[in-house]
T-cell receptor
Framework: AQTVTQSQPEMSVQEAETVTLSCTYDTSESDYYLFWYKQPPSRQMILVIRQEAYKQQNATENRFSVNFQKAAKSFSLKISDSQLGDAAMYFC??????????????FGKGTHLIIQP | EADIYQTPRYLVIGTGKKITLECSQTMGHDKMYWYQQDPGMELHLIHYSYGVNSTEKGDLSSESTVSRIRTEHFPLTLESARPSHTSQYLCASEPRPRGPYTEAFFGQGTRLTVV
């Protein structure tokens, strides 16, 4: 079974600074997807960024970028120029293309990101 | 924001009551999911559906049941609520993949408290 581990329950960063959230995962699959989802307080969980395992190039979305190390099974999220609106729970998630077994996403426990003004 | 809605947002109910958590999406997605999320914990898949009349149990065993009579609607029912059912329940949907996987869309969640 796949597992996703987020070792940082909480992170704090000054506004406009850069922060990196860590995620490691365990799988025997060679083809899969990795995601970072953001869950603001009392609001919907939304996708921040996704990475296909077969792509060597790290995904970027504006101020958000990932460092995908397939051999190390590591998938960290870097947020540059942090803004107050970035404050939220961030979840790392994994999925195989075909779902396999019980379909759906496998999530980590989340990292609570605090932005200090 | 995604067009997937959950009601109620918050529910406090007594032990032994029957409850139904509603989830509806207007995106025409075939796949729908229910996740359970305890405070400070990861989300766990409890039910999923590939389409009308399709329902499957997820990784986490749950006493709840689901139905999928219409594409847009995926309600979750607890026949007899207990304090151990206190949690947040998140509904999600995905389009049928026609290429590389895209993303799951989530509702705002229902925070259930059983007293």
């Amino acid at each position: 079974a796949q597992t996703v581990t987020q070792s940082q329950p909480e992170m704090s960063v000054q506004e406009a600074e850069t922060v990196t959230l860590s995620c490691t995962y365990d799988t025997s699959e060679s083809d899969y997807y990795l995601f970072w989802y953001k869950q603001p307080p009392s609001r919907q969980m939304i996708l921040v960024i996704r990475q296909e395992a077969y792509k060597q190039q790290n995904a970027t979305e504006n101020r958000f970028s990932v460092n995908f190390q397939k051999a190390a099974k590591s998938f960290s999220l870097k947020i540059s120029d942090s803004q107050l609106g970035d404050a939220a729970m961030y979840f790392c998630a994994y999925r195989t293309p075909r779902g396999g077994g019980a379909d759906g996403l496998t999530f980590g426990k989340g990292t609570h990101l605090i932005i200090q003004p | 924001e995604a067009d997937i809605y959950q009601t109620p947002r918050y529910l406090v109910i007594g032990t032994g009551k029957k409850i139904t958590l509603e989830c509806s999406q207007t995106m025409g997605h075939d796949k729908m999911y229910w996740y359970q999320q305890d405070p400070g914990m990861e989300l766990h898949l409890i039910h999923y559906s590939y389409g009308v009349n399709s329902t499957e149990k997820g990784d986490l065993s749950s006493e709840s049941t689901v139905s999928r009579i219409r594409t847009e609607h995926f309600p979750l029912t607890l026949e007899s609520a207990r304090p151990s059912h206190t949690s947040q329940y998140l509904c999600a949907s995905e389009p049928r993949p026609r290429g590389p996987y895209t993303e799951a869309f989530f509702g705002q969640g229902t925070r259930l408290t059983v007293v």
